[in-house]
């Protein structure tokens, strides 16, 4: 069953094509690893998939939700509350976390699920729970985002994100903003929600954790996917020239 | 006159004063919001007037505005607006002008959250409208209530303005007993009870800002 699927997808920031016709389905239960240099629209696929951005061509659906569609070569948005039904479907963890500065942890987590989904309270206070302590952070709920660590801040986050049930969670490169250390116990986290099958696409610059945890890898570069296939045999034995360039510079740190 | 009389008048006048003050506040707080808004809207048919809107009432002495509020609906169109107009004028400048300077100091707080949050509010669905009063003007009010302050201690004062238009709060109430009695005490004392509105208002803003403290970004 398909989660998520993009189609041809072309977004232009003015004169400069970002991405330039990437077409990406996401099967459930699938963990998705997109790697590549910065600047080859990654981070640009994520926000048009989560509606931050909008583009000029190609596609979006989610499950039977028809996002945005092209007709006559270009794209045309669903009605405001086909997006916000879309919007219920998918979470994102941004690389800077972006939590709400003046929320305690558990305001952080709930509050979307109360005042966006309308949900009952009891339920989502015992989601909310179940949540922090999966993510390691008992006895932190009444603190504020800037008493954390930024790996504390960050499995906030994700617990924030998993808390409104989304089918899909998106990573805009989870782990850029934090020190070895504190990427490990996030990676840590991540990896435990693709043993249990959450439907994921990672964005990262962490090889070795692509090719551990995702099912599949994608390689951007210039706007366009170059090469994918199975995690382990795109990243140990890629295909493609300018794949193997790119994994070679990154092993050389 | 004794010292009890000079008293009674100027505290008579200094509940005029509040009033004043008061109103101000309670109007030019939310329309403040308002114009900060239409300022930076991509319509250029909200962010021009705002912008004319703020760089006119800066930029013109709030002594004439008040008087043209008041003697214009007169000169211009000969309407006769009771012995009630005179205060409801006077409030009307007041509050037009003070949005003006808390339209920008809005604008200020609200341009420095960054975009992160409002990202953030967007994919967990909450509305355009929710994101602003939930997410975002609880953190501007935090950046901007120092700036706010200063704005709100220069009104205390300002409100003397509004002996242009001979109403009777506290500095009116001074100048008249100061030329009756040719006396500069009425001007002194006035001077520290002005002086002591805004220490009362230095220690609830500093309440404020205290209860503010809990977070940092």
């Excluded at chain 1, 003015?14 to 990437?22: A, D, Q």
């Excluded at chain 1, 179940?130 to 994700?158: T, Y």
């Excluded at chain 1, 249990?196 to 090889?207: A, N, R, S, Y």
Aim: overall charge neutral; charged content about 20%.
């Amino acid at each position: 069953m398909t989660v998520m699927s993009l189609e041809n997808v072309h977004k232009s920031f003015g004169k400069n094509e970002v991405l330039k016709g990437v077409s990406l389905s996401i099967a459930k239960g699938e963990v998705v690893g997109i790697i590549g240099a910065s600047g080859g629209g990654k981070s640009t696929l994520l926000r048009c998939a989560t509606l931050l951005e909008t583009f000029e061509r190609g596609s979006l659906s989610y499950g039977d939700l028809m996002v945005a569609q092209e007709v006559d070569g270009r794209t045309v948005y669903a009605k405001k509350d086909v997006l916000a039904q879309a919007k219920q479907r998918f979470g994102l963890v941004f690389q800077n976390f972006n939590l709400f500065p003046h929320y305690t942890v558990l305001k952080n987590i709930t509050d979307a699920p109360l005042r966006v989904q309308k949900r009952d309270k009891d339920e989502v206070m015992q989601t909310a729970a179940q949540l922090i302590e999966k993510m390691g952070l008992q006895g932190k709920e009444n603190m504020v985002p800037n008493e954390l660590s930024g790996g504390q801040q960050q499995r906030v986050a994700i617990a924030r994100a998993l808390c409104s049930h989304p089918d899909i969670l998106f990573f805009d490169e989870p782990t850029s903003a934090l020190d070895p250390l504190l990427t490990r116990e996030v990676l840590r986290v991540i990896r435990q929600l693709a043993e249990e099958h959450m439907t994921m696409v990672i964005v990262t610059h962490e090889m070795a954790f692509a090719r551990d945890v995702a099912d599949r890898v994608v390689f951007m570069d210039g706007g366009v996917i170059v090469e994918e296939g199975p995690a382990a045999e795109l990243i140990n034995n890629p295909q493609h020239e300018r794949t193997r360039a790119f994994l070679s510079k990154t092993e050389q740190g | 006159m004794t010292f009890q009389t000079i008293m009674s008048i100027l505290l008579a006048g200094l509940g005029m004063t509040a009033k004043i003050f008061v109103i101000t506040l309670a109007g030019s707080l939310p329309l403040g919001i308002v114009i900060a808004l239409a300022r930076m809207s991509k319509f250029k048919i909200l962010s021009w007037p705002a912008k004319f809107y703020i760089s006119f009432l800066r930029g013109t002495p709030l002594m004439l505005q008040l008087m043209a509020i008041m003697f214009g609906p007169y000169y211009l169109f000969h309407l006769e607006l009771g012995t009630n107009w005179k205060f409801v004028a006077c409030c009307i400048g007041f509050i037009l002008n003070y949005a003006a300077y808390f339209a920008e100091i809005y604008r200020s707080g609200i341009q420095s959250i960054p975009k992160g949050q409002h990202e953030a509010a967007a994919v967990l669905g909450y509305s355009k409208s929710q994101t602003f009063f939930l997410i975002v003007l609880p953190q501007v009010i935090k950046r901007i209530l120092p700036a706010m302050g200063n704005e709100i201690i220069t009104l205390v004062k300002d409100t003397s303005l509004a002996f242009v238009l001979g109403i009777a709060e506290m500095f009116t109430q001074a100048k008249a007993i100061a030329a009756r009695e040719v006396s500069m005490l009425p001007y002194a004392i006035t001077a520290l009870i002005y002086w002591i509105c805004c220490l009362l208002i230095e220690w609830l803003l500093s309440l404020g800002e205290k209860k503010m403290a809990y977070y940092h970004d």
